[in-house]
C-alpha cells in the first residue's frame, strides 16, 4: 500500500516540475468552461493516456519510446491547432467545416462558448494530447517504476502503480485548474476583456507548443530549475526502500575474522528458480533445476563491462575448480547492462579472455533475473542439493564466508573429504581487489539517462550533435566533454577528432567502458593526469605515455595510482572519431 502512496505523491509533484510550464496555458486555456464537461474529461484523457503511455515504455522498451515520439508530435499537432482557433475563431470555422463532428466541436469549444455544444469529446482530446507531453516529465519515482516494470515484466501491480502516478499528477493539475478558473473569472469580471484574454491564451498555448517543438519543455526548462522535485521524490524513495545490503556501483564488504557457519545459520530462502529464460548457454548445454538437483550449484549474476563482477570472477572461477569434482556446479547468469553486451560473441570474447570456462546462461531478456527476483550485480546465490536457495550475497567480498556456504552445502550433500582450507587468489589488472578505503568517486554514467554530475559549459543536448567546451575548474566528481559529441541514453558519442573526456576523481583506480567506431574501426586515445603523461600510474590497457587504442566493447583500464591518493584530473583524448564512452568505475 505504500508504494501506491508514493507513487500518488511523486504524480502530485510533477506538476512542480518546470518542464510542466509549456503545457500549463493548454490548461488554463478551459478554466471559463464548466469544470464536469470540460475540465474533468480533460483530467481523465490525461490519466489514462500518461498510464498507458507510461506502461507501454516500461515493458515495450525502446519500440514504444519511439511510439511515444510520434504521439507527441501528433499532440504538439493538435495543441497548436487548439491555439490557433483561439486566436482566430473566424479562421477556426472555416478549417472545422470540412472535419468531421468532433473537430467541429472541438472547435467550438475553443472559441470560448460562444456556441452550443459538448465539451466532453474535445476535452477528453485535450487531455490526451496533455498527457502525451506530461509523460517526459517524469521524476525519480517514475524512473523507479519503469525501471522495476522494465525488468520484472508486465504485471497488474505496475499498472497500477503507474495509474497511481497518473492519477496523483491528475490531483494537482485539478486543483491548477480550479485555481486558475477562480482568477480567470476574476479577471473577465473586472476587467471585461474576456476577447483579449482569450486570444492572450491562444499566444501563450502557441509559445508552449513552440518550446515543446524545440525541446525546451524536456530540456532547458529541466536543468535550468529552482523547484525541481528530484530530491522530494528522491528522499520518498529513501524512505520506503531501505539501503541494500550491496549495490551495482560500488561494493566492498571486508571480512574479518573466519566466522563459524552452522546449518542453523543458513535458512531456506526458497526453491530454485527455472533457468529456461537463457536464450542461449556457452560452455555447456541448457540445464535446468530439475537436472540439477543433487548437485550443489551456485548462481552468480554478472555482466562483463561490469569491475564489481570482474573483482569477483577470480574467486568464483577458483571455486568452480576446486570443488567441480566434489559436486559443485558454477552457473555464471549473463545479464547486459549495455545494449552491446547482448552481442553474444561479444559475451564468448569475455569469457574467453576472462578464462571462464563453466556454464553460461545468456540472459539477454532477464528472464532469469526475475525468476530471481535478482536486483544486482554481481550477486551469488548458493543452492543445496535439494534445490533449495539458502544463502545470499550481493556485491564484492565476503569471500571466505561465501566459499564456507559452498563447503556446508557439500558436507550436507553427503560428500567426504572436504577441504577447510579457503582459495587464495591473486588477480590483476581490473580484477584485483579494490582499494575501497581511498575511493571517493562513484560509478558515473555519461548517457543522459543516467549522467550526473556533467559540467560542461554548455548543457547536454539529447540526442543531436553539439560542440562542447569543459569549465574552467572541475570540483570533485565533476565531469565534462570537450569537442564535437552527441550524447544518447546510455552512452556518448565522438563525432569528429579530436575530442575529450575531462574527470575530476579520487581513487587509486579509474576504468572507463569504452567502444569503438559503429563500424568497427579501433580509436587511438592518449590519457594524461594532472596533464602530465601517466607513468607508473598507467592501467592495463594504456602505456607509460598515456596511449591506447579502443577495439572491442568493454571496460578498459586506464589509471591504477602507485603513490598516495588524492584528488587528480584525468583526461582522455580521441585521435579518431567514433569513440563511444559509457561509464567511469573506480577501484
Not at 257 to 262: A, L
Not at 493 to 500: E, F, H
Not at 523 to 538: E, L
Request: charged share 15%; glycine share 10%.
Amino acid at each position: 500500500m505504500i508504494l501506491f502512496l508514493v507513487s500518488y505523491i511523486g504524480g502530485a509533484l510533477t506538476i512542480l516540475s518546470p518542464c510542466i510550464l509549456p503545457v500549463l496555458p493548454f490548461v488554463f486555456a478551459r478554466t471559463n468552461q464548466p469544470f464536469m464537461k470540460s475540465g474533468l474529461p480533460l483530467l481523465l484523457g490525461m490519466a489514462i493516456t500518461f498510464a498507458g503511455v507510461a506502461s507501454l515504455a516500461a515493458v515495450g522498451g525502446g519500440g514504444a519510446v519511439q511510439a511515444n515520439q510520434y504521439g507527441r508530435i501528433a499532440a504538439i499537432l493538435l495543441l497548436g491547432f487548439f491555439g490557433l482557433t483561439l486566436l482566430f475563431p473566424q479562421l477556426a470555422d472555416r478549417m472545422t467545416r470540412p472535419l468531421v463532428a468532433i473537430g467541429a466541436r472541438l472547435s467550438q469549444s475553443a472559441s470560448d462558448g460562444t456556441r452550443a455544444g459538448s465539451t466532453v469529446a474535445p476535452s477528453f482530446l485535450l487531455g490526451i494530447a496533455t498527457g502525451l507531453l506530461w509523460a517526459p516529465c517524469a521524476g525519480p519515482i517514475l524512473g523507479l517504476l519503469l525501471t522495476g516494470a522494465a525488468l520484472g515484466g508486465a504485471s497488474i501491480q505496475t499498472s497500477l502503480l503507474l495509474l497511481a502516478y497518473a492519477a496523483g499528477a491528475a490531483t494537482s493539475l485539478a486543483l491548477a485548474l480550479l485555481i486558475g478558473g477562480r482568477v480567470f473569472s476574476a479577471m473577465k469580471r473586472a476587467l471585461g476583456a474576456g476577447e483579449w484574454i482569450r486570444r492572450g491564451l491562444g499566444i501563450a498555448v502557441l509559445a508552449g507548443v513552440a518550446a515543446i517543438a524545440l525541446g525546451l519543455d524536456t530540456g532547458f526548462l529541466t536543468q535550468v530549475s529552482l523547484a525541481s522535485t528530484s530530491h522530494l521524490e528522491q528522499s520518498l524513495i529513501d524512505k520506503i526502500q531501505p539501503e541494500p545490503t550491496a549495490d551495482s556501483s560500488q561494493v566492498s564488504v571486508a571480512m574479518t575474522g573466519k566466522p563459524e557457519i552452522t546449518a542453523n545459520a543458513l535458512p531456506v530462502e526458497g526453491q530454485f528458480p527455472s533457468l529456461s529464460g537463457a536464450v542461449e548457454w556457452l560452455n555447456s548445454p541448457p540445464l535446468t533445476a530439475e537436472s540439477l538437483r543433487g548437485k550443489v550449484v551456485l548462481v552468480d549474476f554478472w555482466t562483463y563491462s561490469c569491475i564489481n563482477c570482474l573483482r569477483a570472477i577470480p574467486y568464483v572461477r577458483a571455486w568452480a575448480e576446486k570443488y567441480k569434482d566434489q559436486g559443485l556446479v558454477v552457473i555464471g547468469v549473463h545479464a547486459p547492462e549495455f545494449a552491446f553486451e547482448k552481442n553474444i560473441d561479444n559475451v564468448h570474447a569475455a569469457a574467453k579472455n576472462l578464462k571462464v570456462d563453466y556454464p553460461i546462461a545468456i540472459d539477454n531478456d532477464y528472464g532469469i533475473w526475475r525468476a530471481f527476483n535478482n536486483q544486482y550485480w554481481p550477486a551469488h546465490y548458493f543452492i543445496d542439493a535439494q534445490g533449495r536457495i539458502r544463502h545470499h550475497h550481493f556485491g564484492e567480498g565476503e569471500y571466505d564466508q561465501s566459499e564456507m556456504v559452498i563447503q556446508q552445502l557439500l558436507a550436507e550433500a553427503g560428500k567426504t573429504n572436504i577441504s577447510n582450507d579457503l582459495v587464495s587468489v591473486k588477480a590483476d589488472g581490473a580484477q584485483a581487489a579494490a582499494d575501497m578505503n581511498d575511493v571517493k568517486s562513484p560509478e558515473t554514467y555519461l548517457g543522459y539517462e543516467r549522467a550526473e554530475n556533467f559540467a560542461s559549459t554548455d548543457m547536454a543536448e539529447e540526442d543531436v550533435s553539439h560542440l562542447y567546451a569543459a569549465a574552467p575548474n572541475l570540483d570533485l566528481n565533476q565531469w565534462a566533454l570537450i569537442g564535437n559529441w552527441t550524447i544518447e541514453g546510455e552512452r556518448a558519442v565522438l563525432n569528429q577528432p579530436v575530442g575529450k573526456i575531462v574527470y575530476r576523481f579520487h581513487a587509486r583506480d579509474l576504468h572507463l567502458v569504452l567502444g569503438p567506431n559503429a563500424d568497427g574501426k579501433p580509436v587511438r586515445f592518449r590519457v594524461t593526469i594532472d596533464g602530465k603523461p601517466v607513468g607508473a600510474d598507467h592501467g592495463m590497457d594504456t602505456d607509460e605515455q598515456g596511449n591506447g587504442t579502443i577495439k572491442d566493447q568493454r571496460l578498459y583500464q586506464l589509471i591504477r595510482q602507485t603513490k598516495d591518493i588524492s584528488d587528480r584530473e584525468f583526461e582522455i583524448e580521441f585521435l579518431d572519431p567514433g569513440a563511444q564512452a559509457f561509464a567511469f568505475t573506480f577501484g
